[in-house]
C-alpha cells in the first residue's frame, strides 16, 4: 500500500480552524533510520563510504544533512501551501505568527534503487501545533509511511527518494487540512 495514514494523537481539530498560517519548525532529534538509530546509521554508512573511496563517506554525511534545508524542508512547505488551497500557509522563521508548527521526523527509511531491485523511501512523522505565546500543544498529529518514489525511476540517490517522501508528508497534511480542518 502507498498510502499514507494521518492520525489525530492529541487535542481537537476544531483549535485549529480559525488559524490561516504557522510558523513551521523543522526537528530531526532521535529519529530512528532503518532499525537504526540515526547516530549508528550515519556511522555506518560513513565508515563503509570511506572504506571503498577516501572522503567520500564524510561527503556523503554532508549531503545527509545538507539535504534537510536545501530539500527536504522546502518541498514540503510548497506542498503543504499548494495542496492546502491557500486556505492555510506554512513558513520558516515567521517570529510573527502566534501559532508554531513544529515537524519532527520520527522514523525514516531511505530505501534503495539498484537498477534490478528497488526499495521505496518513506518517512514518518509526529508534528504539534503550539500557541507560542503559552506553549501549549494545541494539536499533535501522526503522519505515517509517507513514501517517495521518483516516477522516472532515475532516483538512485536517498536525497531523491527522501524528498519525494517529503513531497507527498507535505502534500498529504495540506489536503488533510483542506478537507478536515478549514
Known sequence: MNAQSIKVKKGKLSALSKVTSYDVV??????NVGKMTEEDYVAEKVKAYNKKEKGRGDEW????????NERF??????LF????????????GDSNCPYEMHVRTTDTEPGFNVGVMRKNAYISMEISFIEKK?????V?????????RSVQGYDFDTGTRLE??????GKGLGNFFRKKVM
Open 81 to 92: 501551501n499548494k495542496s492546502s488551497d491557500g486556505q492555510v500557509k506554512i513558513k520558516e
Open 164 to 169: 519525494e517522501g517529503y513531497a507527498k508528508a
Open 134 to 138: 503559552t506553549q501549549k500543544v494545541l
Open 61 to 68: 554525511k554532508g549531503k545527509w544533512i545538507a539535504d534537510r
Open 26 to 31: 523543522f526537528s530531526y532529534e532521535n529519529m
Open 140 to 148: 499533535l498529529i501522526e503522519l505515517l509511511d509517507a513514501r517517495g
Open 73 to 78: 524542508e522546502p518541498k514540503f512547505i510548497t
